[in-house]
């Protein structure tokens, strides 16, 4: 007897893929090494020379850095771009002209949500909101500013009913399950 006739067809769910970075899309999320070994990175910024990866979850603690990379080969384990932003309503929340973000915090903007990340070229550290889902307009100030928040995948895990999540951010931790 072969294993194939055993039984039913195998099933997997949340299914991810295994690409070239340099395939990655804006909006991305995979699990990435840049060196260090696997890190839950999002392609945030997509130059003719180089991809800019926000760590989600990085190895070296510095949480949502920017790392630059060349457009290379190097496969990643894709998520996709199917995932959804869950923003914790109960949370620390800033509305209005006076908000000021922190480096992981979600920003919102006429509808359009960003991840205020930072990254360093030379010797200078520099904070930037690299816009997640919908458009940031040019000039728009920031009109909230959420500290807690998860990104869960699109399909529902069978045995809870619940959509996964991928990671978690609150401003006293950040975790990946």
Aim: net charge negative.
């Amino acid at each position: 007897m072969y294993a194939a006739s055993l039984g039913d067809p195998m099933e997997v769910l949340f299914s991810t893929t295994l690409k070239p970075m340099a395939d990655f899309e804006v909006g991305e999320i995979g699990l990435c090494n840049f060196g260090r070994g696997a890190e839950l990175a999002m392609l945030v910024i997509k130059l003719e020379e180089d991809l800019g990866f926000a760590a989600l979850h990085d190895q070296d603690g510095e949480q949502f850095s920017i790392h630059y990379v060349e457009h290379r080969p190097d496969l990643c384990l894709s998520y996709g771009q199917d995932w959804k932003l869950v923003i914790d309503h109960t949370g620390d929340i800033q509305v209005g002209g006076y908000t000021s973000p922190e480096i992981g915090d979600i920003v919102m903007w006429n509808g359009a949500f960003g991840l205020c990340a930072f990254q360093s070229r030379g010797p200078m550290k520099n904070k930037v909101d690299c816009p997640l889902i919908g458009t940031k307009p040019d000039r728009s100030r920031i009109e909230a500013v959420f500290r807690s928040w998860k990104i869960v995948l699109n399909e529902n895990d069978p045995e809870s009913g619940l959509a996964p999540v991928i990671f978690r951010h609150s401003p006293k931790q950040v975790s990946q399950p």
